[in-house]
């Protein structure tokens, strides 16, 4: 039995890229219930578009957010509770392009939260117009004469902003996929996951990553080396790219201090308020 299912009809295309990604979720959230995190600490959020569809198919806590905006949801969550693992999923145009500015600053605070991107390089909810991340030379429908824009690289700019855990799978390699956002979640920091999600109806990519992704048995050694493996075109390693600590954004804030956990009474909180107003 699926105990992370739910009501809801699933409504992706058959063949879409985001099955596998679900799927690997679930796998990973056994794989963290193993490790002793309950579900009841695991909360998610997601943005708008196909991907998003994904937080109306688990069975966990969270919120469907609006455009771009899943990663200062979940910022916002951390925050007030320190102890939850807060997840955001995002799609390639939901992030890369409305949000942008969120992921940037979430990644150069090293926010301590998870971004699973799933990247199909199309907005393919309102049926196929070309993204931040479309391959030079996309037809869709605002580009009938191809896109004539160079796509942004999640992964180089992650590494600019400032994330402490960067990586990229595929539904492909389901388990693979699976172990990397179980890694992920662990992280403590801003972990930036891309999947490279194939859109069966509007761009259609399977046989492009069955043919070009490999998986990465080793990990770079430097951030120059995961720079070069982040740009490069000729082959798509999936792995962990990038890993490195540094301190996180709600410790520098509060330091143990859990705003939720540790809030004081209401009775308190109004017998405080009334001794500031009194003249």
């Known amino acids: 039995m699926d105990d992370l299912a739910t009501y809801r009809e699933n409504t992706w295309c058959p063949g879409c890229g985001n099955f596998g990604i679900l799927n690997a979720f679930k796998k990973s959230v056994a794989l963290l219930e193993k490790k002793g995190v309950a579900r009841e600490r695991i909360t998610i959020s997601s943005g708008i ?6 937080s109306q198919y688990l069975a966990l806590s969270g919120i469907h957010s609006i455009h771009g905006r899943a990663p200062a949801t979940v910022q916002g969550m951390k925050l007030a509770n320190p102890d939850l693992k807060a997840i955001a999923f995002v799609g390639d145009g939901d992030a890369m392009g409305e949000g942008l500015e969120h992921l940037l600053f979430a990644a150069k605070r090293n926010a301590d939260i998870t971004v699973i991107m799933h990247n199909n390089g199309v907005y393919a909810l309102t049926t196929g117009q070309f993204t931040p991340t479309s391959e030079k030379g996309f037809r869709g429908p605002s580009t009938p004469r191809g896109n004539v824009e160079v796509p942004l690289r999640p992964l180089t700019l992650m590494l600019d902003a400032g ?6 799978g595929y539904p492909g390699e389901l388990d693979h996929l699976s ?3 179980f890694e992920g979640i662990m992280h403590e920091g801003f972990s930036f996951i891309e999947v490279l999600q194939p859109c069966v109806s509007f761009n259609n990519t399977y046989d492009k990553y069955n043919k070009l992704t490999e998986v990465m048995y080793g990990r770079p050694m430097s951030r120059e080396e995961a720079l070069a493996i982040s740009q490069r075109t000729d082959r798509l390693p999936i792995g962990v790219v990038y890993k490195t600590d540094k301190p996180v954004f709600h410790r520098e804030i509060f330091g143990e201090w859990n705003p939720v956990m540790k809030r ?3 009775e308190e909180r109004l017998k405080k308020l009334k001794s500031m107003l009194s003249p």
């Open 179 to 181: 172990q990397l956002i």
């Open 163 to 168: 994330a402490t855990l960067v990586a990229r």
């Open 264 to 266: 004081v009474a209401r």
């Open 49 to 54: 578009g196909c991907h998003a569809k994904i």
